[in-house]
């Protein structure tokens, strides 16, 4: 395939915008070569500037859980935007969203509507400071909460793909205050607890880790990380950007039976559109302005079409339960063939997954945290997105992501997809 189009309007948009993206991992820097340029996209395809139709494995990094263009939620926003795009005042439509996440989602009454993961975790962070006054926060190495600067320690996703996991701008005393922790490894956390007495406000976490690849929780962890909270009065948040409303209707709060007291969510809940949240019991939540002391604000949260397409998105999830069973379905047939091609070639590597969520690591031992997720050869993964992208497949272009499943995908896809692998497994060693 010729990304010939790509390339030009990559070199233009490099001379306006810093980099050329207005997100780092757009860029193809950990893996080299040009980004793609994206026309339009329908299901589970995306179309780019050079007319190449591509399978989508990233899916906007999650969103699109019902594929691209998805009917109902481009009907709403259409007909939303015919009748005034923000008023900066209160919709109904606000309170319908809310209704509706609130009875999806386990442990949560209350919910605040935002403009993206970061705003949702930066204010759920605020929030737990000002209800416990306490200024310390528990964080993974490897796991990302977005750019705000108290995560930017040794975080996942693009902050380790560009070897930066401590961003020059993210001050000595901000940093002072994010107290780092190994992923799956609850031992050290307690030690955390017990240099750090009556000073941790929460425990930040996404349950299932999504930006060092993925990475599950192992079992317990997340239990122990709720009595370890319960025992030294701090609030466990979970991270739920990428797994709300993907690992099941109620997250992985519902997935595996443990409460946070203050979820926060992005990507799916947005059906697409800027949008994040974050939610929890009656009396966190009130604690936020206009009701509590916590300062929170936004011009565009709420707004008519972002709110319009969320609620589609979430209304359809509600409706057909057999989405997550689908997509269980899907993802572990195509964990399967790829498995039986990679086997062929005697490459090492490892495949994580829960649910729809997905990641191939060329690391022969098992992937369970920040360190054996950068064990991973790199020089390998590079000719694997590389030869898809040459098949049309179109997978996050770093090793420390995840793929993303969608509902649109059908068993000719996956089954093409292993195909491609096939052909590009014999060229990897
Ligand atoms: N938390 C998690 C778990 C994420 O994966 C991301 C983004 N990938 C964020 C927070 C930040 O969200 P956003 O990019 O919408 O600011």
Aim: charged residues 20%; aromatic residues 10%.
């Amino acid at each position: 395939m010729l990304y010939q189009r790509s390339s030009r309007l990559f070199a233009e948009a490099s001379q306006v915008i810093p980099g050329g993206v207005n997100s780092p991992v757009r860029a193809f820097k950990a893996v080299g070569g040009t980004p793609i340029f994206i026309k339009e996209a329908k299901g589970p395809y995306l179309y780019d500037e050079d007319d190449n139709r591509l399978i989508d494995y990233i899916n906007s990094w999650g969103p699109m859980i019902l594929g691209h263009a998805y009917g109902p939620v481009v009907n709403a926003v259409i007909e939303r935007a015919k009748k005034g795009t923000s008023f900066g005042a209160p919709t109904a439509l606000e309170t319908e969203i809310a209704t509706l996440a609130v009875a999806m989602v386990p442990n949560i009454d209350k919910i605040r509507f935002v403009n993206s993961g970061t705003e949702a975790c930066m204010s759920a962070v605020r929030l737990a400071r000002g209800y416990t006054k306490r200024d310390k926060i528990i964080k993974f190495a490897g796991c990302y909460h977005g750019h705000s600067d108290s995560f930017l320690i040794q975080a996942g996703s693009g902050a380790v793909t560009f070897g930066t996991p401590n961003s020059p701008g993210v001050t000595q005393g901000t940093a002072q205050d994010t107290l780092l922790a190994k992923y799956n490894d609850l031992d050290n956390v307690a030690a955390l607890f017990k240099a750090n007495p009556n000073s941790v406000a929460a425990i930040i976490i996404e349950p299932v880790a999504g930006n060092m690849g993925c990475i599950p929780p192992s079992k317990g962890f997340l239990e122990g990380l709720r009595s370890l909270c319960d025992a030294n009065g701090t609030l466990l948040i979970f991270d739920e950007v990428m797994t709300g409303f993907r690992l099941a209707k109620g997250g992985a709060q519902e997935l595996f039976g443990v409460k946070a007291d203050i979820v926060t969510f992005g990507k799916v809940i947005g059906g697409g559109l800027p949008v994040g949240a974050f939610a929890g019991r009656h009396e966190i939540m009130d604690y936020l302005a206009p009701s509590g002391p916590v300062y929170q604000a936004g011009t565009l949260s709420g707004n008519p079409l972002a709110m319009a397409a969320g609620l589609e998105m979430l209304k359809a999830l509600n409706t057909d339960s057999a989405i997550y069973q689908r997509l269980d379905e899907k993802t572990t047939y195509l964990e399967k063939g790829i498995r039986e091609k990679l086997d062929t070639t005697g490459v090492v590597y490892t495949i994580n997954r829960v649910g729809s969520m997905i990641s191939v690591h060329f690391d022969a031992t098992p992937v369970t945290d920040f360190s054996t997720a950068a064990n991973g050869d790199n020089e390998t993964f590079k000719k694997f997105f590389h030869g898809l992208l040459q098949e049309g497949v179109y997978i996050a272009p770093s090793a420390y992501e995840t793929w993303f499943i969608t509902d649109a995908l059908t068993y000719e896809d996956i089954d093409y997809t292993i195909e491609a692998v096939g052909k590009v497994a014999n060229n990897l060693k």
